[in-house]
């Protein structure tokens, strides 16, 4: 009897019977699920190294030809095969730190009276109409900066020259098209981000922070300024390290109002070039291996100032809501 017993066990198709079960147990359960969504992370990983080793790969020339020497040159002459990324670099750098002076206080002074000052009748349509203004195309933002923002510059730096040019950063002729004018488009198009986000992170400070500085004796404004902005300052300044990453790529609108001359001034109201817009200027009309391998290292350069500037923004977020959790 106990060897029929046994013997049915090994009864013909028991075995694939066994296994189709397993799979169909496999497809309603978690292992699909999770399978399923690790190859979408790892997708995303594996494009963002491929990304990497073809813009290595393809600046071999102008990394092997300049080195370092390529970070700290201003010369950039085609025609000679000398190029050299600092005009575009430096450029970059100040149109971003420029954007960020006018953004950061209208931002998170707009983020801190939509958190916790304005009622939610007012708030809510207003936090709707910021988030459109940060998808409005930067070709558009563009030609609003060379039509109206240009033409009121006109007006408005003439003025501010005569006070404060004696300062080497409002010395020389101002055309219109300029780093400043760059700044102030950057400003208007990053502006929506720092203030987004910052009023979320404001939003994340636990209720009993404030609830207890009021029951202190503290007012509205005193509660907002001595304890929800300290503790929300990692998130907020974590929005602010977003936006500068967004206006360190910006390429149409700050091409259309920087005047494309890769020059280093000191003056604000000079010409001036970024890495964005050399890129989109003459990529098409690059000829000859090292021209291009130069825009593309340029290219590489871009991409991993907005990856660590990226990461660090996420990093301080998910402080400030880890603390907001707790």
């Known amino acids: 009897m106990a060897e029929t017993i046994r013997?049915?066990?090994?009864?013909?198709?028991?075995?694939?019977?066994?296994?189709?079960?397993?799979?169909?147990?496999?497809?309603?359960?978690?292992?699909?699920?999770?399978?399923?969504?690790?190859?979408?992370?790892?997708g995303i990983v594996a494009i963002t190294a491929l990304i990497v080793y073809e813009l290595w790969t393809q600046s071999t020339p102008s990394i092997h030809k300049f080195g370092w020497r390529f970070f700290?040159?201003?010369?950039?002459?085609?025609?000679?095969?000398?190029f050299g990324a600092?005009?575009?670099?430096y450029g970059t750098v100040v149109?971003?730190?420029?954007?960020?002076?006018?953004?950061?206080?209208?931002?998170?002074?707009?983020?801190?009276?939509?958190a916790e000052l304005a009622p939610?009748?007012?708030?809510?349509?207003?936090?709707?109409?910021?988030?459109?203004?940060?998808?409005?195309?930067?070709?558009?933002?563009?030609?609003?900066?060379?039509?109206?923002?240009?033409?009121?510059?006109?007006?408005?730096?003439?003025?501010?020259?005569?006070?404060?040019?004696f300062l080497p950063v409002f010395?020389?002729?101002?055309?219109?098209?300029?780093?400043?004018?760059?700044?102030?488009?950057?400003?208007?198009?990053i502006v929506p981000f720092i203030i987004s986000i910052s009023r979320e992170v404001l939003l994340a400070v636990p209720r009993n922070q404030r609830e207890a500085a009021l029951a202190l004796g503290s007012t509205k404004w005193?509660?907002?300024?001595?304890?929800?902005?300290?503790?929300?300052?990692?998130?907020?300044?974590?929005?602010i390290f977003l936006a500068l990453a967004r206006a360190l790529g910006e390429t149409m609108a700050v091409t259309m109002v920087i005047g494309n001359s890769p020059k280093i001034?000191?003056?604000?109201?000079?010409?001036?070039y970024s890495i964005a817009s050399v890129i989109a200027n003459e990529f098409t009309e690059a000829t000859g291996d090292l021209y291009l391998s130069a825009l593309i290292e340029l290219s590489l350069v871009l991409f991993a100032l907005s990856i660590v500037i990226n990461g660090s923004a996420r990093l301080l977020i998910l402080m400030t809501t880890a603390k907001g959790s707790k």
């Open 7 to 42: 013997g049915d066990s090994r009864i013909p198709g028991r075995e694939s019977f066994t296994i189709l079960r397993l799979f169909q147990k496999a497809l309603k359960g978690d292992e699909l699920a999770r399978g399923i969504v690790f190859v979408c992370a790892a």
């Open 72 to 82: 700290v040159t201003g010369t950039w002459d085609p025609i000679a095969g000398e």
């Open 86 to 89: 600092l005009p575009f670099i």
């Open 95 to 114: 149109t971003s730190i420029l954007a960020l002076a006018f953004a950061i206080p209208v931002g998170v002074g707009a983020a801190i009276f939509l």
């Open 120 to 165: 939610s009748r007012i708030s809510n349509p207003l936090t709707f109409l910021i988030e459109l203004l940060a998808a409005v195309p930067s070709v558009t933002i563009g030609l609003i900066g060379i039509f109206v923002l240009v033409p009121a510059l006109n007006t408005i730096v003439p003025p501010l020259k005569s006070i404060l040019g």
């Open 171 to 189: 010395s020389g002729p101002f055309y219109g098209v300029s780093v400043f004018s760059a700044g102030v488009v950057l400003s208007v198009m």
């Open 222 to 239: 005193e509660s907002t300024w001595k304890v929800v902005i300290p503790y929300a300052r990692a998130g907020i300044i974590g929005s």
């Open 265 to 272: 001034s000191a003056s604000l109201l000079a010409p001036g």
